[in-house]
Structures are given as C-alpha cells and as structure tokens.
C-alpha cells in the first residue's frame, strides 16, 4: 500500500507548516530520574518510548523541524534502534556507547553514525550534572556530521486539526515497567497532554511548561529476548516494529483504537480506523510508545464523550402590542371569484 502523502509545505512528522524538508537526527537519551530536566526535548517532530534492560526506558528522538545546540543527556544504542528507524532513511544517528556485539549490527544499519565512535565533535560533557547523565550533543554539528542524511519524508501518518468521528473520552494514560513509567494528562485548554516519566512532570530546560504531546500512540509490540545482555546478566529486549499490531491513538481527550502496519524495515508506519480509514494525528509534537503487548496501558475514563451542547433556539418575535387596525375597505384585497365553466358538470371529490 502506498505511503499517504502530505500537503507541499507541511512536516510528514508533525503536520506543521515548514519550509524545505530537512535531514532527520535521531538521538537517544537517558530516562530515568536523573535525566530531568531534558535539554532540546520540546523541539524533537516524534519521541519514542523505549523499553530496555531491568524494566527501565530509553527515549529516541526525531529532530528535522527544528535541530536544537544541546540535546541530551545523550545515552547508548539498543537493539531496537535499528529496524526502529530504518524506515526513516537513513537518518544522522546519535548516541553515547553501545555493546560491541552490536558495532557490526549499527555498522551494517541504514544510519549515519554521530556519535562518539565516529568523532567526538558536538559533544561535551556538564560538569553541573553527575555522570553519565552529563552528555550532551550540538544537533547543529550532528547534521553538518552526515550531509546525505536523509531528509524528512511521508512516515505514513496523516495529520488534521480535527479529530475523527467517535472515540472515548482519555483524559489520562498509564503505563508502567518494571522501574519505570510514563503517562499522559490531557490539558483542554492547550489542546496537549502534559507528559509525565516515572511519576513526574517531565521538565524541559528550556521552559517551565514541560514536555507536551499533540498525539499519544500507544504501540503494542511482539517483544522478545535478543542475543545482548550486559556485564550484570540483563537482556537487551527487541521490540518487533515491522509487521501488524494494534495500537491506541490518544488526541484532544479521546483515544481511538487502531491497528497499525509496517510491511518491511524500508516502510514507514499506518494507523488505520476500523473502518479502513487512516487515523489524523493531531499536527504537533508526537510521543509513541512501545509497549510489550502482554502488558497493558491504562486509559481512562474510557466514556462515550458528552454531546456538544446545542444553541438555545431564538425565542419567537412578541405580537405587537395595541389594537390592529384593519386597512380601509377600499385598500381591502378582495379575491376574485372564478366564473364556471360551462363545460363542467358537478364538481367532484379528489381521488
């Protein structure tokens, strides 16, 4: 099935206006507690959540819109990584380390690599932050790294600024790991949900907002052991992101279910209504989640949403007030009476 296309002049990663599409940086970060506040997150088109070892997560972020000087705390690669973004191109890749069982696999994968295995460039470390939560990446030198990076292109999402028919009320979203989780609170008046990791606020260096989400994609995935485990016997799991599942879409307060589909590495990612339709993201910033599908996401309150209230009908105009005064007689209309017709006979009932 081909790749839905976007308006000329609108991000395929956010469904906002831009100028020229732009290379695309990935970069990983650090997410437990000790990453917050995160530095450039607010500016990232797509944030992925993922699972890694000992129940804990890892963030992957989409820079194209907008590349920010200072992106971090800047963590390892996974598994995961490499089917995950494949279907971007072949995107500028960042991060801080990785096994070496992996360097053949991220060697051989559709990436450019930025990170300090390649060169050191753009990176520095915060020595007001504890280590190794203190790296950070200038994403401006991240791209001038990998000029053939491949420009932001159709991913298979669609965009409007009008959520689709039907839906459940979702003003909240839970999800949990082993040590970690995340969770999403609608806020009306911004039209976003308020992003919250391990049971706080996720804060941004850059303003007392937080991190928002224009659209929550909760990705059920087949999730498996993978041949990496660390020096302390944990396993690197893999989450599968080609083939099908279903996934629950959450935008301005209501969750839709979805099934979504990515045929092979190469493919970008469809989310499709029951009803065989393409599911609109709401144009922002988007956060999806890849989540084990033997666990279960919490979305509530899960309600038919309430009928918008219908303007009150006008009330009639009064009859005017005082005595009618009927038209003299001679401005009196008088109907004429038809004369009959010779030709007829007695006037009969209608059949």
């Known amino acids: 099935m081909a790749l839905p296309a976007n308006p000329i002049g609108i991000s395929p990663l956010t469904g906002r206006p831009i100028g020229a599409k732009k290379p695309v940086l990935v970069m990983k970060l650090d997410n437990t507690p000790h990453a917050q506040p995160h530095a450039g997150l607010i500016d990232a088109d797509v944030v992925y959540v993922e699972e890694v070892e000992y129940g804990i997560t890892r963030l992957a972020a989409v820079f194209s819109s907008s590349v920010p000087k200072r992106i971090g705390p800047v963590r390892s690669a996974r598994i995961t990584d490499i089917d995950l973004f494949a279907q971007y191109g072949k995107p500028a890749f960042g991060y801080s380390g990785a096994q070496r069982k992996m360097w053949p696999f991220i060697k051989a994968a559709s990436l450019f690599d930025v990170s300090p295995y390649t060169s050191y460039t753009g990176y520095s470390r915060d020595s007001s932050r504890r280590s190794p939560y203190n790296l950070f990446f200038n994403g401006r030198a991240g791209i001038k790294r990998a000029p053939r990076a491949t420009p932001a292109r159709d991913m298979g999402f669609v965009f409007s600024a009008?959520?689709?028919?039907?839906?459940?009320?979702?003003t909240k979203a839970r999800m949990a790991w082993g040590y970690a989780s995340a969770g999403f609170d609608y806020v009306s008046k911004d039209h976003e949900y308020r992003v919250l990791l391990n049971g706080s606020p996720a804060r941004a260096e850059e303003w007392s907002g937080g991190q928002r989400a224009a659209t929550v994609v909760i990705q059920y995935v087949k999730q498996t052991k993978s041949r990496f485990w660390d020096k302390g016997g944990g396993n690197t799991p893999h989450a599968q992101t080609i083939g099908k599942g279903t996934a629950l879409v959450l935008r301005d307060g209501r969750v839709w279910k979805t099934t979504w589909s990515r045929p092979n590495a190469k493919s970008g990612t469809?989310?499709?209504?029951?009803?065989?339709?393409?599911?609109?993201?709401?144009?922002?910033?988007?956060?999806?989640v890849l989540l084990d599908r033997k666990r279960s996401a919490t979305v509530t309150p899960m309600t038919k949403p309430k009928p918008a209230a219908q303007p009150k009908p006008s009330p009639a105009?009064?009859?005017?007030?005082?005595?009618t005064t009927a038209p003299p007689a001679s401005e009196t209309p008088v109907a004429p009476t038809p004369a009959p017709s010779e030709a007829s006979g007695p006037t009969q009932p209608a059949g």
């Open 317 to 323: 105009p009064s009859a005017p007030s005082g005595p």
């Open 270 to 288: 469809t989310f499709t209504l029951r009803d065989g339709s393409l599911m609109p993201f709401a144009p922002g910033q988007q956060w999806i």
């Open 162 to 170: 009008t959520p689709p028919a039907g839906g459940l009320t979702a």
